[in-house]
């Protein structure tokens, strides 16, 4: 009697010791609905992906999904199109609708449905942070046992547009760091990059119409630094990476101000008809285009439409903002104008908040950063607003007083800061109908190195993640930093250089 109850307690601590749970895995951003049942799926050599064979993108999806297992196991796991007879596998089917999906998960068969191809990626996403940390590392481990917990997860975004930017105009950052960060964002269910591709220290984007712009505007940076530029089939290999993690990209070029690059590129640009210097300071404020000159639209056709013919996505960002030595009176026809030439070429501009002076089309998002009566006014006009609060959202905010890098004009963001806030309660009177969704920028003044981007933005660009994506009712600081103090094996895992904050200190 009394061995076999040991025998039999023994057998449960050993069992229970052996299949992962559920509920102990830290997911971020935290899904709607997490239920957690009993035992493990294992993956092993003879797994396989189930996909229909006409499911287009789903079918990307998987063969996504087999490269990224194959990479760290060192297995050979294929995609099936027919339901296998024997082993276990992994499915993939469209079920519902948008970006939602359903992982299932039992002994047997992880069954992923999801609402579209997104929406499937999403859930392989989920499934990565379900699995040991190792997957995360390149290469063939030896030993670990790859299982995933049993139970049911059912996920829906609560905003449609969840963004980063990189601002690739102050400092450059060359193609593979791009697909770094891309690769980093998708981890988190990002949809949307962001790329400040033109200000006054560089123009980052060939325009074969206007070669100098990168030849002359191309050709430094903040410091003085040797600059750089995409060409056009760089910047649509950028497009391309970012598509398959279902990541849209969106192009910035800032004007009437910050365009000091292209002023001392093109001479016809300035009201002076007089090129300026270069500039590799940090100031902003100081340029504008020559918003009364017919070349200047001219310009921006040109440039706007050898941009749309490279971007798949709906979105050509305008910029609009510090605009000091323009006056008021030549910026909102200026930005007026402007929107209707990329809705000329059947896209949507966005643009940062002061854009709401002028009259904005139907179709044009306004991005709030710093004016709260911004925001009003372009909701007012009947606007969408896309939503990056500078105290909370901005990455190039530094930490606190000690942090080497970055700035802190809008505040210091520790990852309690940067977590702790609504989209919805930020500015009276817009609601979560008025919201595209939200967006994290990091300016780069200050940063030069994909390890400085790494540093500014994880972790705190995961805890945006979060509040992009959850509802504002299941999140809250305890819970997420318990996770977030979990989930850093896993950027250790992929040698991300985040910020160890004093806030993950276990106490
Ligand atoms: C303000 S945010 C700017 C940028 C700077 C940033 C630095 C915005 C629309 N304009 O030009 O890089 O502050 O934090």
Redesign the pocket.
Known sequence: GGISVVLLVVTLFFSCGQDPKMSSAALIPLPDKVSEAEGAFEIDKSTKIHVQKDAGDMHSVADFLAGFINNSTGFNVQVVEKLPETGNYISLSQAGGGEAYKLDINRDRIEIEAGSAAGAFWAVQTLRQLLPVEIEKQGTYEGVSWKVPAGTIKDDPEYAYRGSML?VA?HFFDVNDVKRYIDLMAMYKFNHLHLHLA?DQGWRIEIKSWPKLTEIGGSTEVGGGEGGFYSQEEYREIVRYAQERFITIVPEIDMPG?TNAALASYPELNCTDEVPELYTGIE?GFSTLCTDKEVTYQFIDDVVRELVEMTPGPYIHI?G??SHVTALEDYIPFIEQVQDIVNSYDKQAIG?DEIAHAALRPSTTA?Y??KAENAKMAVEQGSKVLISP?SKA?L??QYDSTTRLG?H??AYIELDSAYMWEPTELVEGIDKADILGVEA?L?T?TIETMDDIEYMVFPRLIGIAEVAWTSPEKRDWEGYKSRLRKHTARLEALEVNYYQSPLLEEK
């Open positions: 601002d102050r200000d910050h902003v910029g903002d510090e940062w991005q950063w710093a500078a901005y190039d905010m700035l004009w809008a920028p300016w003044e």
